[in-house]
């Protein structure tokens, strides 16, 4: 049998994907809509659900207590007596968390002798939101897939997206790599380390990876708005400070503008939203461009995982990228457009930048893009 290189898999994965999400939902929009899983994930999807008119009917969980509510839809178990088995056989059911194969495999069993017959991933809809406003993301997925540097960044491309695509849940996502999240020794970086920029620092594990692959940096800016991270982010630089020549913390978050945003505390991640003030939540928090706040910094490498807001915050550095032409890590997997339209953008600044694609969790979590400086 012919082995399909990886161009022409997701060639064929795209011919098969509708121009929308309104598309995928339309196929759905008449049945009964469950969410398993009331957490994180589920709440986006909720909100992607809510954005094209849809309104599930309950989110399912096998902890629910009576009268559960979650954002005004009910948590039911998924075994209520209310739901009829005519009901479960018709409705279908977005899994809504975060699963490895074997524990997503094993509740879609669980589920389907409940008599819930039709199952969707719901984190592989939640992240397959190509943007409505650009017709041609298909033209855009193939032609970055040519914009990287090696096979295998193509590789991993190409078996992400397609893993996302084909909803296949965990299972066609590319095995993690065993380099150093960051600092990988297989893509060529072409400027060093000494001059970092570290956003979204959360508790430091990233300075202490870069001290332990350096020995000593020159100096170091940490971007970090999350109080908890925020004391542990200070220990852990305070017992590196022999390691750092001149370091600087802020207590922000980076974006396109300087700015005060409405701010969620989501115990292990960091999330700025400028809706979160309409719904009684969070505390306000100061963005910074990096434009303004690193002006003279002059930065040799610039990371970024900032639960989405990359994008954003890029916008915010477009200036001393285009002048100093930083290497750049950045984490493209908390919206899969990401994957594309930060690999065109950065191009249309620097024509110089060599791309590469790695991953470093299951899942395709923690996949990084990193751009190789010009000269």
């Known amino acids: 049998m012919a082995t399909i290189n990886p161009k022409q898999k997701l060639e064929e994965i795209l011919s098969a994907q509708p121009h929308s999400v309104a598309e995928m939902l339309d196929s759905i929009r008449n049945r ?4 398993y899983g009331a957490g994180n994930v589920g ?44 009901t479960r ?8 968390l975060i699963l490895d194969k074997e524990p997503r495999l094993a509740l879609y069993e669980q589920l389907k002798a409940l008599g819930y017959a039709n199952l969707g991933y719901g984190f592989a809809w939640v992240r397959t939101q190509a943007p409505e406003s650009d017709k041609q ?4 997925v193939l032609k970055v897939f040519d914009m990287f540097e090696d096979i295998y960044s ?6 992400n997206l397609s893993a996302v695509f084909s909803d296949n849940g965990n299972d066609g996502f590319v095995s993690p790599s065993k380099e150093i999240q960051y600092f990988d020794n297989t893509v060529p970086f072409r400027k060093n380390n000494m001059r970092f920029v570290d956003c979204g620092a959360f508790t430091g594990d990233t300075l202490e990876s870069l001290c332990k692959t350096l020995g000593h940096i020159e ?36 974006g396109a503008k300087n700015e005060v945003l409405t701010f969620t505390d989501a115990s292990t991640s960091s999330r700025v939203q400028a809706d979160m003030s309409a719904q009684g939540g969070g505390w306000s928090i100061p963005v ?36 100093d032409k930083p290497d750049l890590a950045i984490c493209v997997y908390h919206a899969i457009e990401h994957y594309w339209t930060i690999p065109l953008m950065l191009r249309s600044w620097v024509k110089e930048y060599k791309f590469y694609l790695r991953t470093y969790s299951f899942g395709g979590f923690e996949t990084v893009l990193y751009a190789a400086g010009g000269r």
Request: aromatic share 8%.
């Open 32 to 35: 009964k809509i469950f969410l």
């Open 43 to 86: 709440g986006q999807m909720l909100n992607v659900l809510r954005q094209y008119g849809i309104q599930p009917v309950a989110f399912l969980d096998k902890n629910a207590s009576t009268g559960q509510t979650n954002n005004g839809v009910a948590v039911l178990a998924p075994d209520d007596k209310s739901l009829s088995r005519e």
């Open 89 to 96: 056989c018709d409705a279908f059911v977005f899994v809504s």
């Open 137 to 140: 993301w298909k033209e855009s």
């Open 154 to 159: 193509q590789t991993v491309y190409s078996q």
């Open 219 to 254: 100096a170091y800016a940490g971007f970090e708005p999350m109080p908890s991270n925020l004391t542990k982010f200070v220990g852990t630089a305070e017992k590196l400070r022999d390691e750092i020549g001149t370091g600087v913390i802020y207590p922000c978050a980076v």
């Open 288 to 323: 910074t461009r990096l434009d303004d706040t690193l002006a003279l910094f002059r930065p040799t490498l610039i990371k970024m995982d900032i639960e989405g807001a990359e994008t954003d915050a890029l916008e915010g550095a477009k200036k001393i990228i285009i002048q």
